[in-house]
């Protein structure tokens, strides 16, 4: 079985002072926190663990337990915490080190196997910039240091916030990126090196915002697994050399990183972390504005390549959030550049600040292709918000009004046939063809029953074709678990190629589950190691996670757990509603294997996504079996 595979997906700056002008000092309540001597590194963590990543967050605030005393290297940390607790997912009730449960926010000291607590901060918003002012002002006027390093741990969304606190009144409150810029322009000194371990946080906008308030970044394009960074490996190493910067530092952690997850390969696969520094900030933003302000006008003659060329670059995101559609910077440039090569001089204007900016990366082998950077690139105009003008306008206006332009425009486009009939010819094996218009962003081939999509598979055209092939002899992808048992045909969103001569590729399958004790169904997303050339064998699990609102949480497949995907209802009006049910007996054992398919009557044939986002499908059809 020919299954044609998505490979589109894979294909001057500012001054450091060295004594900077202090800003007006925030008003704050009198603090107990004695005053320290100076040390040459204060490392401050803010530990936003009201909400379900608090069991996670509280893994990272023992960890750094382990590590030996430093009068070298002093550990300061805001740690707010959940009123809940187990059984709810990502909740925890337990002790860490020396400290029993706790709610709302405690400032402790962290030395070896202990915390100190410093101060009890009571019910805090960790989505209120105040609160970080506060930390800052206070790690650094009592424990003063030659260098500071600021860790932002949580969930993360982009340009639209990290940091989230489900304790207050407004839903999925976060730490927005005009509040990160507030609270970091008032910290008495700026950082040497700022620590984002929270989801698709190295971005573009997220970039110029920190910039001028820390002279060196760590963050990621992507998700991060749960256990987030690798806090003994990274800091241990800074211990030994104290009077090491924040580029050393960062390179420490992202070497800390692909290290921590060598015994686990199939998450080192799929991952990104960023090494970034501010030098370039003014010269990258420069180039970044220009080449903006050269796009809009191309827009009226040249929309269709500017969308192929966005839909063609590898993208990052959360099922749900306002920041979750961002693109690689780099591979958005290369589209660009192909598409409309009148833009070629300022593509590559951009490109110089743009690899100055990245130091060094950690890249998994199904990320490979990306640059450090990604940039918010939203499909629907409904998609701009009012919070994102009045982040990213005053850092990157020519960009905004760009993105106005372009999704205005789009509601303007005459619709085209995306997709011609489908032709089906054969017994034993059926062969399916249709012809694709020029606006197909993703297609897939599609197995339906009872008007409803029972199976969906990538399926692209050959290059330079508008030709769609594919064929059917009996047998679809399928969930199950390797030792044979009960299977679900399967529904793939996505295949990203390793790389244009590698054996696997990346599966992602969205779909439903069930805890074994609820009856509340979670969207989650399953990764797959698949054998493009080799369907025969089975594609071993590389990770499970969660999205909300919130931003993506990591999940460990348990037994007595559900799995369903959630089938496309293609009559008029139809809602998408949850297929068969998969129930776990050996989660390590679920895998993605060619399986037959039951008897029965069908329709055949392909479903295309066009560059304004509509769906469209044309099926013949198909008896099958007896």
């Not at 990290?162 to 999925?172: F, I, K, W």
């Not at 009012?386 to 509601?411: C, I, K, N």
Request: charged share 20%; net charge negative; glycine share 6%.
């Amino acid at each position: 079985m020919r299954w044609l595979l998505l490979a589109a997906v894979l294909l001057g700056g500012c001054v450091w002072p060295e004594n900077p002008a202090t800003p007006t000092p925030l008003a704050t309540s009198p603090t107990s926190v004695p005053a320290r001597p100076r040390a040459k590194w204060t490392l401050i963590f803010y530990f936003a663990a009201d909400n379900d990543l608090e069991e996670s967050e509280m893994d990272d605030l023992e960890e750094l337990t382990q590590l030996p005393l430093s009068q070298d290297v002093r550990i300061l940390a805001l740690v707010d915490r959940s009123p809940l607790g187990e059984p709810s997912e990502g909740y925890s009730n337990r002790a860490v080190a020396n400290l029993a449960n706790w709610s709302n926010a405690k400032l402790l000291e962290v030395g070896p196997d202990k915390l100190t607590e410093l101060d009890d901060w009571g019910q805090l918003n960790m989505a209120d910039p105040q609160s970080l002012r506060r930390l800052m002002q206070v790690a650094q006027e009592r424990y003063p240091a030659q260098q500071y390093g600021l860790f932002l741990v949580d969930h993360g969304q982009a340009w639209s916030g990290l940091c989230s606190d489900e304790s207050t009144s407004r839903d999925n409150d976060t730490l927005d990126l005009k509040e990160l810029q507030t609270a970091l322009e008032a910290q008495p000194s700026p950082l040497e090196l700022l620590v984002l371990d929270a989801c698709m946080m190295s971005t573009l906008e997220v970039y110029l915002a920190a910039a001028p308030h820390a002279r060196y970044m760590v963050a990621s394009q992507d998700s991060l697994p749960a256990q987030g960074l690798d806090y003994v490996g990274a800091l241990g190493r800074l211990q030994e050399k104290p009077g090491s910067d924040g580029q050393q530092l960062g390179k420490w952690f992202l070497e800390s990183y692909r290290q921590s997850l060598k015994s686990d390969p199939e998450e080192l696969s799929r991952v990104q972390l960023s090494l970034l520094r501010s030098e370039p900030q003014l010269a990258l933003r420069h180039a970044f504005e220009k080449l903006a302000q050269q796009l809009r006008p191309q827009l009226r003659k040249h929309w269709r390549s500017v969308a192929k060329a966005r839909a063609s670059a590898q993208s990052f995101h959360s099922e749900q959030g306002q920041g979750a559609e961002v693109h690689d910077l780099g591979q958005l440039l290369t589209q660009l550049s192909e598409r409309l090569p009148r833009l070629a001089a300022a593509v590559a204007q951009l490109r110089q600040p743009l690899k100055a900016a990245v130091v060094d990366q950690v890249r998994g082998r199904y990320r490979q292709g990306c640059s450090g950077l990604s940039v918010f690139f939203p499909l629907l105009a409904e998609h701009l918000s009012s919070e994102y003008f009045a982040s990213v306008e005053p850092l990157a206006g020519e960009w905004v009004h760009f993105l106005q332009d372009y999704t205005r425009m789009e509601r303007t486009l005459v619709a085209r046939p995306p997709l011609s009939e489908v032709a089906l010819v054969g017994g034993q094996r059926v062969e399916l063809q249709a012809r694709l218009g020029a606006e197909v962003a993703a297609s897939y081939t599609i197995l339906v029953q009872d008007h409803c999509v029972v199976g969906q598979m990538t399926c692209v055209p050959d290059h330079g074709s508008t030709l769609l092939n594919d064929y059917f002899d009996g047998h679809w992808l399928s969930l199950g678990e390797k030792d044979g048992g009960p299977s679900i045909l399967a529904h793939l969103q996505a295949v990203e190629l390793e790389s244009t001569s590698a054996p696997t590729a990346l599966a992602t399958l969205p779909c439903q589950l069930k805890r074994k004790d609820s009856n509340t169904g979670l969207d989650v997303q399953l990764f797959f190691a698949l054998h493009p050339d080799d369907l025969q064998r089975p594609a071993s699990l590389l990770g499970v996670s969660r999205s909300s609102g919130l931003g993506a949480v990591e999940l460990r497949l348990q037994a007595g757990d559900q799995i369903s995907f959630l089938q496309r209802d293609l009559s008029p009006g139809g809602h998408s509603r949850p297929g068969p049910a998969l129930r776990l007996v050996h989660p390590d054992r679920l895998s993605l294997q060619l399986a037959p398919v039951p008897p029965g009557d069908y329709r055949l044939g392909f479903l295309v996504i066009d560059l304004q986002g509509r769906t469209h499908w044309q099926t013949k059809k198909l008896m099958w079996g007896e």
